[in-house]
């Protein structure tokens, strides 16, 4: 059974670059590097669909991050509050509290 190869971001960011410069055909490039033109494609279309990304400001990082905290903190000031309510309900059902 053949292993299969992991390449690198920076590898497939090279590739996609040197595609994109159009100096060479796709099949030429992946001849160079002993890849399948279809693979080669596909790093091409993935990384067109995402290159919009590269602009998006990293507030929105932030942003998403304090989201993220911010439902946590709801979530744990939930569940405290229904443990609080349980002990009281236990307090009162075992007599310890009036």
Do not use: C
Not at 12 to 19: D, S
């Amino acid at each position: 059974m053949e292993k299969r190869n992991r390449y690198t971001p920076e590898f497939k960011a090279k590739i996609v670059m040197e595609v994109l410069r159009e100096e060479e055909t796709v099949n030429q490039i992946a001849g160079k590097y002993s890849l399948s033109p279809q693979m080669v494609g596909q790093w091409k279309r993935e990384f067109v669909s995402h290159a919009g990304e590269v602009f998006v400001h990293h507030k929105n990082g932030e942003t998403k991050l304090r989201r993220e905290l911010q439902e946590k903190e709801a979530r744990y000031r939930k569940i405290i509050g229904q443990l609080g309510y349980e002990v009281d309900w236990l307090g009162k059902k075992s007599g310890l509290k009036d």
